[in-house]
């Protein structure tokens, strides 16, 4: 089952959350796990700070999508005082389930946060919209609570449409026919999955490979 996990490209309606750190943008911040080097922060002594961005479009799939989740590499920061609430967004929809807990338990370290979507935020409209995550604390403004995520994620598996197994062939030709051509090699499809990697989000499993060269030669 063809899979694609990618990083924001843009941030979303909602963008309350502060940079920190030697990334020039948020997106830039949260697209590897480099630790403190770069992140996103939020700080709350009585307010709900909110953060959703925007991932690369999906199109020509199976509509609802197979799975869907977003992730967060996040810790506490500074835990504050009074109650403490980390929530993922879906959809500009925040869930409902306080994942709080998760990120304390792990204080003062990272810890992997992940909300999977289910319903109708399996649709295809759903898996392209805003995600993100939320913060609020109660500690109030001499005592706050802060969060930082240093990196941010979100993984779909998918089937492609009936009759349109050259989805992959569209994918490769759309995201670099440019550079390779009609002379792709399968001896070549590690490289090309390394290149789609870095500079897409764009997943391709080894056992993928032979589906996706035979796609891109019959197209």
């Known amino acids: 089952m063809p899979s694609q996990t990618d990083v924001p490209i843009n941030t979303g309606a ?29 700080s709350s002594g009585g307010r709900v700070v909110r953060e959703t961005m925007q991932f690369p479009t999906l199109a020509g799939i199976a509509d609802p999508v197979t799975s869907a989740s977003i992730t967060a590499i996040v810790r ?36 992997t946060v992940t909300y999977s979507a289910a319903g109708a935020g399996l649709a ?21 609570a802060e969060f930082w995520i240093t990196q941010l994620y ?9 009759g349109n197994a ?12 440019a550079f390779i051509g009609g002379n792709l090699l399968f001896r070549e499809m590690p490289a090309l999955a390394r290149f789609l990697w870095k500079r897409h989000g764009y997943l391709i499993r080894p056992d993928e490979y032979a589906e996706a060269f035979r796609a891109w030669k019959e197209a």
Not at 129 to 144: D, I, L, R, T
Not at 154 to 162: G, I, K, M, Q
């Open 166 to 177: 050259g989805e992959f062939a569209y994918m490769i030709g759309s995201l670099i026919g």
């Open 124 to 144: 295809l409209a759903a898996a392209n919209g805003e995600h993100g995550f939320m913060f609020s604390a109660a500690g109030g403004p001499s005592n706050k």
């Open 154 to 162: 979100r993984t779909v598996n998918y089937t492609y449409l009936a």
């Open 14 to 42: 909602s963008s309350d959350w502060g940079l920190w750190g030697s990334a020039p943008n948020k997106m830039a911040a949260v697209a590897t796990n480099n630790g403190d080097t770069s992140v996103i922060y939020a």
């Open 76 to 111: 506490e920061y500074l835990q504050g005082g009074g109650g403490r609430s980390f929530a993922a967004i879906w959809n500009s929809v925040q869930d409902s389930t306080n994942r709080q807990q998760e990120v304390h338990l792990a204080r003062p370290n990272y810890v």
